[in-house]
């Protein structure tokens, strides 16, 4: 009976030797890279032409954060995302729209981890970002419209962090909620036109249900 306890503590201890890489003076090291890329036909009615939508869009999200506390942690990230659109005439492939859009941010993160088992956990994570970027817009033939944006996001996150290794681990992502002031200015002849917006989502727009992956990597001291 003594050797069976012993051997279930050093299996025990081991596992959480082998997996356990929330603890105190840990840091998180990863990011997430995103890729998309979509083609749609539109169709028309008796007054508009049928039109193709192409749509390409890739961005990084690099991320440090550091275990101050057992299953905390504090981080900051830094992220680009950039994005090109086009609509055309699907009968004479003529330019209707062309769209391209960049976006830098910058933000601090709070998230917290509660163990399912050994190598699987659930996430929670709230964040706040200020985001810049620029959105260059053509319409049919005429001069390019560039727009300025500045924006402060706070958004949430809910996941699974899976450790296949002690070193390693692999999560995936939902963001439920998140709020967004932005402020956005587009040059005008007559001077400058300043927009300001206020956007909060519940995810229910499609959001919701993508999935992110990310891959970071821990060290203990």
Same mark, same amino acid.
């Given at each position: 009976?003594?050797?069976?306890?012993?051997?279930?503590?050093?299996?025990?201890?081991?596992?959480?030797?082998?997996?356990?890489?929330?603890? =105190?003076?840990?840091?998180?090291?990863?990011?997430?890279?995103?890729?998309?890329? $979509?083609?749609?036909?539109?169709?028309? /009615?008796?007054?508009?032409?049928?039109?193709?939508?192409?749509?390409?869009?890739?961005?990084?999200?690099?991320?440090?954060?550091?275990?101050?506390?057992?299953?905390?942690?504090?981080?900051?990230?830094?992220?680009?995302?950039?994005?090109?659109?086009?609509?055309?005439?699907?009968?004479?492939?003529?330019?209707?729209?062309?769209?391209? =859009?960049?976006?830098?941010?910058?933000?601090?993160?709070?998230?917290?981890?509660?163990?399912?088992? $050994?190598?699987?956990? !659930?996430?929670?994570?709230?964040?706040?970002?200020?985001?810049?970027?620029?959105?260059?817009?053509?319409?049919?033939?005429?001069?390019?419209?560039?727009?300025?944006?500045?924006?402060?996001?706070?958004?949430?996150?809910?996941?699974?962090?899976?450790?296949?290794?002690?070193?390693?681990?692999?999560?995936?992502?939902?963001?439920?909620? /998140?709020?967004? !002031? /932005?402020?956005?200015?587009?040059?005008?002849?007559?001077? $400058?036109?300043? $927009?300001?917006?206020?956007?909060?989502?519940?995810?229910?727009?499609?959001?919701?249900?993508?999935?992110?992956?990310?891959? !970071?990597?821990?060290?203990?001291?």
């Amino acid at each position: 009976m003594n050797k069976l306890l012993i051997t279930v503590f050093l299996v025990f201890s081991l596992s959480e030797n082998l997996f356990a890489q929330t603890e =105190q003076g840990i840091w998180m090291v990863g990011g997430q890279y995103t890729f998309n890329s $979509e083609n749609t036909l539109r169709l028309g /009615s008796q007054i508009t032409p049928d039109t193709k939508i192409s749509r390409n869009a890739y961005g990084i999200l690099p991320q440090v954060g550091y275990f101050f506390k057992k299953n905390w942690v504090i981080g900051v990230d830094f992220g680009y995302h950039h994005s090109r659109s086009s609509i055309t005439n699907h009968q004479t492939g003529e330019l209707v729209n062309r769209q391209n =859009q960049w976006t830098g941010r910058g933000g601090v993160f709070l998230r917290r981890y509660l163990p399912i088992n $050994e190598q699987v956990y !659930f996430h929670l994570q709230g964040g706040l970002a200020y985001t810049f970027g620029d959105i260059k817009t053509i319409h049919l033939q005429n001069d390019a419209i560039v727009r300025n944006t500045r924006a402060l996001n706070m958004h949430t996150q809910a996941g699974i962090t899976y450790f296949p290794k002690r070193w390693i681990a692999i999560e995936g992502n939902i963001n439920p909620i /998140s709020y967004s !002031f /932005s402020q956005s200015k587009t040059p005008q002849i007559n001077g $400058e036109q300043k $927009e300001l917006d206020h956007s909060f989502s519940t995810g229910l727009n499609g959001d919701f249900l993508s999935l992110g992956f990310n891959l !970071f990597i821990s060290k203990p001291r």
